[in-house]
């Protein structure tokens, strides 16, 4: 009669628990209650292999995109505003805007490996958003696909610094990433124009001016925006392009209503993307997570630098309905 034997956690090593959990979870089916009794070990040790598989990309878990995709407010969206695509999840269940705000952004970084190709050149905005979409991302392997800040370096009231958006993306995409090494804003045109002219710097923005695709989410002009918030704008600058029409922020510049750029004391001192920069590319990723910045999203659509939105239900709903 045969015996079986319980393997310990003391017996399996090295990366090879990691797997040995994995597979007893995700394939075996067991609970974590059941994995940790087998192995001998706790159920918060369990958890953290858990959480090591998926950090090192052996277990990856994503939501079938067509589901989203395919969802009647997502081909309403397409309609109504000439999009490619639309994501939309739920968020009726959702008890407070930062849940709201975490779907949105899981389900951007589910999404988003769909929409790239090996070679593209994916030019990427800074916030919170970008970074928190980053953070959740499932390790990929695009080592032909180039990852480009748009915009220079600011400090950010979130805890990092804006070239870690792209830097953390390219990571888990396993591309390449090219950041621009300049302030994002200067306290002169004259010095912001002889920086922009210095080889390394001409370089960096030269790449910035090939990209294919674009991903970001439209900043407010409201007082606590992000653009004041990391130092981009003054308060009184923020309210002399509010009185010139301003609605949205894409990478720094101000967009009217329409979408069309509003010139203004800042484009002269800054380092980065110019608005032309971001039309007619093959893709222009949008993320709306919230519906403080439905205005917002409504002059992109208008000035046409998104073809690809990820946002909720219930803000899908009031974009439609404004």
């Keep these: 009669m045969g015996v079986t034997r319980r393997r310990t956690a003391g017996q399996i090593t090295g990366e090879n628990i990691v797997t040995e959990v994995a597979w007893m979870y995700y394939q075996d089916g067991l609970n974590q209650k059941d994995i940790a009794d087998r192995l001998g070990i706790s159920r918060a040790s369990v958890v953290n292999y858990l959480a090591e598989a998926r950090e090192s990309g052996l277990i990856r878990i994503s939501m079938a995109a067509d589901h989203f995709t395919t969802h009647r407010l997502a081909l309403d969206l397409c309609a109504r505003f000439g999009l490619r695509a639309a994501y939309v999840v739920p968020d009726e269940a959702a008890t407070s805007d930062e849940e709201r705000f975490s779907r949105v952004v899981r389900g951007a970084a589910d999404w988003l490996p769909d929409l790239l190709a090996p070679d593209d050149r994916l030019g990427v905005a800074w916030g919170r958003t970008v970074y928190e979409l980053a953070s959740r991302l499932e390790p990929q392997s695009l080592p032909e696909l180039a990852v480009i800040q748009l915009l220079g370096s600011m400090s950010t009231p979130y805890g990092f610094t804006a070239e870690a958006c792209s830097t953390r993306l390219a990571q888990k995409l396993g591309a390449e990433c090219r950041n621009l090494h300049a302030p994002a804003i200067l306290s002169r045109a004259d010095l912001a124009r002889e920086l922009r002219a210095e080889p390394i710097l001409k370089a960096q923005l030269d790449q910035v001016a090939t990209i294919t695709k674009s991903l970001f989410s439209v900043g407010t002009c409201q007082p606590d925006s992000h653009v004041v918030g990391s130092g981009v704008a003054s308060r009184d600058e923020l309210d002399w392009y509010v009185a010139q029409g301003a609605l949205g922020v ?27 920069q971001l039309l007619g590319l093959q893709a222009g990723i949008l993320i709306t997570p919230g519906h403080d910045k439905v205005a917002a999203t409504h002059a992109c659509f208008a000035g046409g630098y998104a073809s690809h939105l990820v946002t909720s239900l219930s803000v899908a709903q009031a974009l439609l309905e404004g």
């Design 250 to 276: 894409i990478s720094g510049r101000f967009i009217d209503a329409n979408g069309a750029p509003i010139p203004g004391p800042l484009d002269e001192r800054m380092i980065g993307v110019a608005l032309p």
